[in-house]
DNA sequence: GTCTATACTCGGATAGAC
DNA sequence: GTCTATCCGAGTATAGAC
């Protein structure tokens, strides 16, 4: 990387842009965010703003992307500790940390719907960050499974599915109505399998209640 | 109902409007289904069909209850018979009919998500439908949970709301991928549930099957 | 009451000047 | 690299024919 200056001028711009409109959707909710607005918070023109993306949907898969950059700083990556109870806590505090943005979690759950389309900009962005969760959650599972505290009447791929449905379809029912714990319903889901609060190493404090 | 013979007419009329716009959506996808589309699949011009839904917003809303309604005739009422087999069933059987018309789990997908904001013509909808469909899950869970069938480490609400949320949660799971198993996914939520597939006294057949 | 035609708005895309 | 100008498509509103 670092190539030319006038080249990692431009890099530099799309990342002042990334996240200024994260910035902008995470307070002012999505509500048509359109082009024009994203572009008039960084100071420039809705053409000058595509020169950095090819469409609107370019754009709107690089913020997603983005976010996930951020998310993962934040919240540590999922895959270091590869636990069903690393992966609880971290799901629950995402979900929790979701709650405080709306306009991410509309965008989010809007993309996913329009990005069904192959053709579409941020399918690959949703094929692949799915299926790289997935396999995350897969590995725990079959984990404490073969530690045999884990029932085996469902097999490890359908689960990983079910946990990630419930923390996705959680986030539709919470567009609806704020007033639900979307948290509590994901937490639910490991109470479910069996997953019993653990004082783990770390020491974590319990995610869930309140509300 | 059924007043003068204009307006009967018009009642008419909008019916026809909607079971054509859903044979359209079901065949041909949502794929930007504009109302102008849906006009000229009825033989009439765009304004023409905005004259009896007062925006293109509260044509889709009717639309979605329109599905409610056929698919309720197809698949029968759930609160007949509210034990947790039967929801199982009933659950089962629509996710994997579902799967049969892409456009319609778009369009259901995509108007959750626009409905979020109160304002929104579908806003209604999608709280009354939900709330309608977790009362009757709530009511088989806490019968079932009185049979001492199962378990009560979490409430029957959060447990309806996980029901809920995978099921629509694995529709933007498959709308990336229309090779995954909707239907296998919440079936495994009742198996995690320990609800065992039984014959009912009535002796239901699999509503699902033909396909 | 029901429709056609038309016109207005808005967001996104694109060409070309600087 | 950034702008202005322009175009296009979709949704909406309305005048008025029948």
């Known amino acids: 990387m670092a190539r030319r200056g006038a080249y990692a001028k431009g890099v530099a711009k ?14 002012e909710g999505y509500r048509g965010a359109s082009v024009k ?10 053409a000058g703003l595509l020169h950095y993306f090819d469409s609107k949907d370019e754009l709107f898969a ?30 629950v505090g995402i979900v929790r940390h979701n709650a405080e943005v709306p306009g991410l979690v509309q965008l989010f759950s809007r993309q996913a719907v329009e990005a069904g389309d192959p053709e579409h900009p941020a399918h690959a962005y949703f094929v692949e960050r799915s299926a790289a969760l997935r396999a995350t959650i897969v590995a725990a599972i079959e984990r404490r499974q073969e530690e045999g505290g884990l029932t085996d009447a469902v097999d490890p791929e359908t689960l990983a599915r079910v946990i990630q449905a419930v923390a996705d379809g959680m986030q539709l ?19 479910l399998l069996g997953v019993e609060k653990q004082v783990g190493p770390a020491g974590f404090e319990p995610t869930t209640s309140t509300v």
């Open 62 to 91: 690089a913020i997603l992307r983005k976010r996930d950059e951020v998310d993962a700083r934040r919240f540590g990556d999922l895959d270091a500790d590869p636990s069903l109870d690393r992966i609880r806590e971290g799901f």
């Open 14 to 27: 799309r990342e002042e842009i990334l996240e200024s409109a994260l910035e902008v959707i995470a307070r």
């Open 37 to 46: 607005e994203l572009a008039e918070a960084v100071g420039l023109s809705q």
């Open 173 to 191: 029912q919470w567009l609806q109505d704020p007033g639900v714990d979307m948290a509590a319903a994901v937490d639910a889901v490991f109470v």
